[in-house]
């Protein structure tokens, strides 16, 4: 199976979850890389306000094609119980190139059905999911529901 995790972090812990997925899955990883600002509580707020409105962004393309994979494994912090604008940017402007999918969701409160929304965007079922709590990932205790998603994944 060939591989690619694509993730989008604000803070940096979706990123910390997405290349420990792609170490255990030794696999392609691409950051969605947004061109919007958003550092410091207002670009908070503002992020807040897009997921909630459920807008795009202009986000950079992609390094990597989701075409050439068997499976695209999406990551996405939680903002205001959805996905982040960028990451629904990366879905709508890739879902027809995408095979199969897989979700990850890194959140600080509730997730809600933060993946069930990705799916509904995607258009296609997810062959896995999975929502890792932000202070799991800052104690390291995030590996082994990674390596329980990974299994998930390759069924």
Known sequence: MKALVVYYSRTGTTRKVA?????????DIDEIVDTKNRNGPLGYMISGREAMRKQLTEI??????????DVVIIGTPVWAF????PVR????QNKALCKKVAFFC????????????MEEVCGKKATGSMYIHESDVRKGE???????????IKK
């Open 19 to 27: 290349e420990a997925i792609s170490k255990i899955l030794k696999c």
């Open 60 to 69: 950079k393309k992609p390094k990597k094609n989701p075409k050439l994979y």
């Open 82 to 85: 959805t996905m982040s604008s």
């Open 89 to 92: 940017t990366y879905i709508m």
């Open 106 to 117: 890194t959140h600080g409160g509730m997730p809600k059905t933060t993946c069930k929304d």
């Open 142 to 152: 995030h590996i082994s529901k990674i390596k329980e998603f990974v299994k998930e």
